[in-house]
């Protein structure tokens, strides 16, 4: 049976999920809340390849849930800054923000820290899980406009570019994404105008 290309409709929905940019020099690596590792510790590495002086990750637990689930933690910020810790970020470099609980929360509440920090930030690296990078992309720039946001997402296995679509896993990953962004746009679409009006 000869090999058929990927449908447009597929490829449509890849191409708009999976963001990815090229690490460059940053003023800070921003993390969204979640329990899985490989964003956490790709965070970790581009900190120590000198790629920016300071990591946030952010997140109280995920919204459904009441609290976080990983024991000896009370928060993914917590859990988070553990793993950073271990992978030889030191705590002088790591901010906290243990408040959000869905990815609007964690770019409105992470935007809060680094203005209550003082901070001036220009570009920033976002590091999150593949199939999350849109809906991650889309809310931080609605909550920080004026600041240039590259996206290094940590590969998802079997729910990658060329390969979620193919497994009822990565496809249930991919087009929740496409679900949450449709559930939860409205909200940052009418607060990213407020914000505009005044």
């Not at 793993?83 to 470099?93: C, H, I, Q, R, Y």
Request: glycine fraction near 8%.
């Amino acid at each position: 049976m000869p090999h058929i290309g990927m449908p447009d409709f597929i490829r449509a929905v890849e191409d708009f999920i999976f963001v990815r940019d090229e690490p460059r020099p940053a003023d800070i690596i921003l993390i969204p809340g979640s329990t899985r590792s490989a964003h956490v510790l790709l965070a970790a590495r581009l900190f120590r390849e000198g790629y920016a002086p300071l990591v946030l990750p952010s997140g109280l637990h995920a919204k459904g849930k009441g609290s976080f689930d990983v024991p000896g933690f009370d928060s993914e910020w917590a859990w988070m800054r553990a793993l950073l810790l271990g992978e030889g970020v030191p705590d002088s470099a790591i901010l906290r923000e243990d408040r959000a609980t869905y990815t609007w929360e964690n770019a409105q509440f992470s935007r809060d820290v680094m203005r209550s920090a003082g901070l001036d930030v220009r570009t920033v690296l976002i590091c999150c899980r593949a199939p999350h990078a849109r809906r991650a992309l889309m809310y931080y720039e609605a909550a920080c406009p004026e600041v240039r946001f590259l996206v290094c997402p940590a590969p998802e296995p079997g729910c990658g570019p060329g390969e979620w679509y193919r497994t009822a896993e990565g496809r249930a990953m991919v087009l929740g994404e496409v679900r949450r962004l449709g559930d939860q746009i409205s909200e940052v679409f009418a607060d990213a105008a407020e914000a505009m009006d005044k």
